[in-house]
């Protein structure tokens, strides 16, 4: 603290808290301890927490009042203080008993104090040396009804359990069976002396904590390792790993649906984390079929999103072993027809795009005959993204998907360029204009020629134009898209809405359009058109031109011509 008014304050506390020490029904005087927080420094902590925190920590147990702003005081006090030195103002068997205390803002205390540990190695393996605190850590976690205790408690064993080099604490957790068997016993319904609800809850805390674990020790979670314990919740043998318990065992009540999400959930978080060896358990275990076919029949409502991230997290991570592309590419279709169409459009750009490619035949059952209707806004954000995907592995897939689409809907430039030109709707404007941007920047020259002309041979369509660019330069777009785009800015009048809405839409949609002019521009300083240049070089002056004037020009005298660049 600097100046006679920082000192004031401090002693003023000291003298408050000797004033609560001798009678702790006083009022706290939050607004001291707030000034005293706030102007403290690193230098005045290192000065004062001799003095100050024998003061405050005596004052948690005996006072009655809210303790919020004591622990934030100390914690204030505390912040530069690493875990070593914490403990030479508290113990273990002290920070077991705050974790204990029915009081929140004490356990936060306890867990912050804690969670200094995870900063170095070294203080994350003294904490695995200290089992009590560490049972009690996971207790509270598990039990608390206080959700940000719970959040911070898992935060901080999934920082200390990160630094671990050593592996030690991993080893408290599962090579000590009073602490391992926490898990087990608190979490499974009729075992666990929490009640339904708090089971409940648990459970799903646990599921995310697993599903951690997993990222960074598969193994671990998958193995045996108090096979005589583990039976008692599992109830088969040979099936006693925590993963086994969580995945196959914990979760009786099939009727709960916010349980059964949570647990399809933490199903696609293993598959997220791109271990192969979790998918080979979600096989082996009937798990991963049983989630396909669950989204590919009849499901209560509820359960898509979940079942669709799934699906998304298995085909960007596993893409290699998706099967039954045809039924997957219907279900998405009755979707998109009758259901709320978003989880069932993530799953659609989530697969390879080579497989979204119909055949002549097959167009009327593909969802793409459902897409090019244009009739939705996140229809076009799905085109945009389909388009033009930053996966090279894509390319070829978007140059065909983007000629297929066009092919079936002829219109397709001029109702975009109608749709962007309403600003009163501006999302559906918005994603138009998105629609437009994703195909001037498409890089598929990086494509698959081979794969493009044996297309062409099996479709009947011509060969697709070498880059969005260029696409956007040729018809049916470039009669559409270059006058919107070098066209004076609109005049936007007669909107529904307030002032504000009407200028908040009109200057993002303008903005919008205005951006994905000067991307055009400097698309075309790579561009080359053969036999065109000439034509090329006038169309870079023009829009150049355009640019200059900035998004609002009025005048019409730019690029009345030049859609006939084709």
């Not at 119909?358 to 059952?365: D, F, G, I």
């Amino acid at each position: 603290m600097a100046g006679a008014e920082a000192g004031a304050v401090t002693d003023d506390l000291r003298l408050h808290l000797i004033a609560l020490e001798k009678d702790p029904s006083l009022p706290l005087d939050s607004t001291l301890f707030r000034s005293f927080s706030l102007n403290l420094t690193e230098a005045d902590a290192v000065r004062l927490l001799p003095h100050f925190l024998p003061l405050l920590v005596p004052l948690l147990a005996r006072i009655g009042q809210d303790h919020d702003v004591l622990v934030g005081a100390i914690l204030q006090l505390l912040e530069w203080t690493s875990f070593t030195r914490c403990l030479d103002f508290t113990s273990p068997a002290d920070l077991t008993q705050a974790l204990q205390s029915p009081v929140p803002s004490i356990n936060m205390l306890a867990i912050s104090l804690v969670r200094k540990a995870a900063s170095q190695s070294s203080e994350a393996a003294m904490v695995a040396g200290m089992p009590d605190l560490v049972l009690s850590l996971i207790t509270t976690w598990l039990e608390t009804e206080q959700v940000d205790v719970a959040d911070l408690a898992l935060k901080s064993l999934e920082a200390l359990l990160t630094v671990d080099k050593q592996r030690l604490l991993w080893r408290r957790l599962f090579e000590d069976e009073t602490v391992y068997s926490t898990f087990f016993s608190t979490c499974k319904p009729g075992q666990s002396k929490l009640g339904a609800r708090a089971t409940t809850i648990a459970q799903a805390r646990l599921l995310a904590f697993v599903s951690f674990l997993a990222c960074d020790d598969f193994e671990v979670i998958a193995s045996s390792h108090f096979p005589d314990m583990e039976i008692l919740y599992t109830k088969e043998k040979g099936k006693g790993s925590l993963l086994d318990f969580v995945a196959l065992s914990m979760i009786n009540d099939k009727d709960d649906m916010l349980i059964t999400m949570t647990l399809y959930t933490f199903y696609a978080e293993l598959l997220a984390s791109g271990n192969r060896s979790a998918l080979k358990y979600l096989v082996t275990q009937g798990i991963h079929e049983f989630m396909i076919q669950s989204y590919l029949g009849t499901h209560q409502q509820i359960l898509t999103s979940s079942l669709a991230r799934y699906m998304c997290t298995f085909a960007t991570c596993f893409s290699e072993d998706i099967e039954n592309v045809s039924q997957i590419l219907s279900r998405i279709k009755l979707g998109l027809e009758k259901e709320d169409p978003q989880p069932h459009l993530e799953i659609l750009v989530s697969l390879p795009f080579s497989d979204l490619i119909p055949s002549r035949m097959a167009w009327q059952s593909s969802p793409l005959s459902l897409l090019v209707k244009l009739n939705r806004p996140d229809y076009l954000f799905v085109l945009a993204t389909l388009f033009n995907d930053s996966k090279r592995s894509n390319a070829a897939a978007s140059r065909i998907l983007y000629t297929v689409c066009i092919a079936q809907n002829p219109g397709f430039w001029k109702i975009i360029v109608r749709i962007a030109e309403t600003v009163a709707m501006k999302e559906a404007a918005l994603a138009a204009i998105k629609v437009v941007r994703s195909v001037i920047t498409a890089t598929w020259a990086a494509s698959d020629d081979r794969t493009i002309r044996s297309w062409t041979q099996a479709s009947g369509l011509p060969i697709p134009p070498l880059s969005g660019t260029m696409a956007i330069l040729q018809p049916p777009a470039v009669e559409h898209v270059l006058p919107y785009l070098m066209g004076p800015a609109p005049v936007f009048t007669n909107l529904v809405g307030g002032r504000g809405d009407v200028e908040g839409a009109a200057h993002k949609v303008g903005t919008a359009r205005f951006e994905t002019l000067r991307a055009l521009l400097e698309q075309t300083k790579t561009t080359r058109l053969e036999g065109q240049e000439s034509d090329l070089d006038d169309l870079r002056e023009a829009l150049r031109a355009r640019v200059e004037k900035g998004p609002w020009a009025r005048d019409r005298g730019i690029g009345g011509n030049i859609a006939t660049i084709s």
